[in-house]
């Protein structure tokens, strides 16, 4: 655990209370069963809001806190724990980045006051394809009047249908795989031209596909000069998705740990059995060089420092790979309970590689990580 | 080092004003990585080695925590860091180096008496004497509780019989700090922590040679040696709780929580991307050539990256406290397997000029890393074996359950 300031420490206290006393799995599995439309629970959402959890990283004179990375990610890392379905990733956290990192003065009075104060979702939409792919963003985005005309798709954008703001990664030049000519958009996401389709997904967590048919944009940032931006702002998003991912696998471990100290099999708890004790110490081992990634990276990015993108894809790497761990063991250590849907241990793997999936897998922050350094 | 009122700036401009007087200029030009292996191999050190040595031990600043009154410096956590960065600065090694420094001081300090501090200590702070640790036996390694090495009350003395193996820099040292038998009806409230006197008639030591060509390790061998009483640390037939102790101090500096030397001589200082480029060549856009090489060796560097910041985390939450805690075991099975992991790497990289074992055709760092990449074989084996270590972590972190069979 990185070294809290007091305000910290009880911001992450006041976090695990209320999720263990308001958000446990057992919620998260009711939204499930009660199919949701929106993916999450929004009255559970307007208590987050309302402890000013969609405002941690947004300037006071927004009508935030702006207390940092590292505190949202404390927040992330214990909604994590029980599965926390929100918009508190995708829009308190990427794309209020995005807002406060290219906005206007105008843009930032009119949208980040009611992203902070949970009335308005934002999110990104960024990916095209199956695969997160930034660089290769096509949708076209042509001057019109005033403003911009957008016309393309968008796939897997998280809260897709909750979304009343999208911030849209379009192309006013170029062609799709070069970094030039990258241009960011705010769209309404009720707008004309505009249509959404949801998905029903694995982890059963709100995302759209959406489709712009000449949809109004406004500029976010510099025209063709967007790529910085976006990045930074995927950065943040990742970073925030790497903390809560971390707190899913400690409570995956965890929950894994407690059923090898008390299933018995052969006379014995099968804790006792060193085939197990060795693939839980793997784990452990693990799950804390992870934490030493994700909270190094949330810390640069709150330091502003050069190295966010590689730490941050470190951090979204290594985490992907030690969740995608622990997740397959929760399920082949419960054995057959593990199977079943009444255990939680089949929504654990789910979340799993939804997250892994989102905002660049390992395979892509490996690459990223390579490219960075020059290898 | 009171006297500062805790005016870190002072101090480090004292320190820096230190070393600048006192570095031996000869030095300066060495490879300090070098150096070190060759103390560790038993070579000789230069003129100017010994000087700088001397200098340190004299202001205590090689066990800079240590407390003054045994001949360390005094200082606290965070002034001793100001003399790490100081001399990491202009490329100095801390002179005061080995298995005195790492492990058996610290665990002396805790639990030895008065005399024995003040006879073992001071001389440990001036790296004037070489330890070397007799735990392992032939038929006790990772089962190191088994160990059979007899010592027998003689009313004015010990009596010992028995051997050790592993026992590292036995050839060199002076002292060795020993478990022995003491009870044979209870196998670990029936071990003593003794020191022997390697001087001592009876005590003969035979290097071992090991796949890598080098003989770091010895057997040693205790026939009727004489040990006398008061070289008994700690109570009679307590000597596990001191050894567990010592281990963890162990595990601690192998893992590189002793530092950046540490660090160094596991990770190698050199650019692992750029040798690549170099042997394997690059393709159109400066990548390295071999795809599926590139994707290991980033894995490789990612996986180093968690571990230094892992290591980090751990120096940052400590706070200074320089005392390991059960988390150590964490760290010796990652970084040793980053340590073995860049080994394979460069000798791959290296292709058939990583097969050198002497002569000519071969770089001295081809060669290097052939022997390096046998003699890490060993990190996942001493200091208690990976397994070992995953039952440590399995037991006292985790407290799962031993075995319903096992009695231990």
Same mark, same amino acid.
């Given at each position: 655990m990185a070294v809290l300031s007091e305000e910290q420490s009880m911001l992450r206290d006041s976090a695990r209370t209320w999720v263990q006393e308001k958000s446990p799995v057992t919620a998260f599995r009711k939204m499930r069963d009660s199919n949701a439309p929106l993916g999450y629970d929004p009255a559970a959402f307007a208590e987050m809001a309302e402890m000013g959890w969609t405002g941690v990283i947004i300037p006071e004179a927004y009508g935030?806190?702006?207390?940092g990375y590292l505190s949202l990610g404390l927040i992330l890392e214990e909604t994590g724990r029980t599965l926390t379905a929100s918009p508190l990733l995708s829009s308190a956290l990427a794309a209020a980045s995005a807002i406060i990192l290219g906005g206007s003065e105008v843009q930032k009075s009119e949208y980040l006051p009611s992203i902070a104060s949970g009335e308005l979702v934002a999110t990104l939409a960024v990916?095209?394809? @199956?695969?997160? @792919?930034?660089?290769?963003? @096509?949708?076209s985005a042509k001057k019109s009047g005033s403003g911009y005309s957008l016309t393309g798709t968008k796939t897997f954008v998280l809260e897709g249908m909750a979304a009343g703001l999208l911030v849209v990664s379009a192309r006013t030049s170029g062609k799709a795989g070069e970094t030039d000519g990258i241009s960011l958009f705010l769209v309404k996401a009720d707008g004309k031209g505009v249509s959404r389709k949801a998905l029903k997904l694995a982890d059963s967590r709100g995302a759209a596909n959406v489709a712009f048919d000449g949809a109004e944009g406004q500029l976010l940032g510099e025209e063709g000069k967007g790529w910085l931006l976006l990045e930074k702002t995927l950065d943040r998003a990742r970073a925030g998705l790497a903390a809560e991912m971390l707190g899913a696998a400690i409570q995956a471990f965890e929950t894994t740990l407690d059923y090898l100290k008390v299933r018995v099999q052969f006379g014995q708890v099968i804790g006792s059995f060193q085939a197990l004790q060795h693939r839980a110490a793997k784990m452990f081992t693990d799950l804390e060089l992870s934490r030493s990634c994700v909270e190094a990276a949330l810390q640069a990015i709150d330091d502003d420092s050069a190295d966010v993108p590689e730490l941050v894809s470190l951090a979204k790497a290594k985490m992907g790979d030690t969740l995608h761990l622990v997740s397959n063991e929760m399920v082949q250590m419960h054995g057959g309970i593990g199977m079943t849907d009444a255990h939680d241990a089949g929504l654990y793997l789910k979340r799993a590689r939804a997250a892994e999936t989102t905002y660049g897998g390992q395979a892509y922050h490996r690459d990223r990580y390579a490219r960075i350094n020059g290898y | 080092m009171a006297d500062f009122g805790g005016d870190i700036d002072a101090f480090r401009t004292e320190v820096r004003d230190w070393m600048e007087a006192n570095y031996p200029a000869e030095l300066r030009k060495e490879d300090g990585g070098q150096a070190m292996t060759e103390a560790m191999m038993g070579m000789p050190p230069s003129a100017a080695a010994k000087l700088w040595r001397q200098r340190v031990g004299e202001k205590g600043w #090689?066990? +800079?925590?240590? +407390?003054k009154q045994y #001949? #360390? #410096?005094?200082?606290s956590p965070a002034e001793a860091r100001v003399v790490q960065q100081e001399m990491g600065r202009i490329g100095a090694n801390n002179p005061i180096q080995g298995m005195g420094v790492m492990m058996f001081g610290p665990t002396l300090l805790e639990y030895g008496n008065e005399a024995q501090k003040q006879q073992h200590i001071p001389s440990i702070c001036k790296g004037e004497l070489q330890w070397c640790q007799g735990f392992s036996e032939p038929g006790a390694g990772s089962d190191l509780a088994s160990l059979a090495t007899r010592c027998e009350d003689k009313g004015d003395h010990y009596l010992i019989n028995g051997s050790k193996i592993w026992t590292s820099g036995a050839q060199f040292a002076q002292w060795c700090f020993c478990l022995v038998r003491t009870d044979t009806t209870k196998k670990h409230e029936g071990i003593s922590f003794i020191l022997i006197d390697m001087a001592s008639p009876g005590v003969e030591v035979r290097p071992i040679q090991l796949i890598s060509g080098n003989s770091p390790f010895c057997e040693t061998f205790f026939t009727d040696v004489k040990v006398p009483k008061e070289n008994l640390v700690g109570p009679l037939n307590g000597g596990w709780t001191i050894a567990k102790r010592l281990l963890q101090f162990e595990r601690n500096s192998l893992s590189g929580g002793g530092g950046g030397a540490a660090m160094r001589m596991m990770f190698g200082a050199g650019s692992l991307d750029a040798m690549a480029k170099t042997y394997v060549g690059t393709d159109e856009k400066g990548r390295i050539a071999d795809g599926d090489l590139r994707s290991r060796l980033t894995q490789h560097m990612m996986d180093a990256k968690a571990f230094t910041l892992t290591l980090m985390r751990a120096a940052a939450e400590s706070k200074g406290n320089a005392s390991p805690s059960a988390a150590t075991s964490i760290m010796k099975n990652a970084g040793t397997k980053v340590g073995q992991d860049r080994a394979e790497l460069t000798l791959e990289i290296m292709g058939s000029q990583g097969l050198g074992w002497e002569g000519e055709g071969f770089s001295s760092e081809e060669l290097g890393a052939v022997r390096g990449w046998l003699g890490g074989k060993a990190t996942t084996i001493y200091g208690g074996s990976q397994e070992i270590q995953s039952n440590i972590i399995s037991k006292r972190i985790l407290g799962l359950p031993d075995p319903a069979s096992a009695q231990h």
């Open positions: 935030g806190s702006e207390f990916d095209e394809g @199956a695969h997160h @792919a930034p660089e290769k963003t @096509a949708l | #090689g066990v +800079p925590t240590w +407390p #001949g #360390g #410096g005094g200082l």
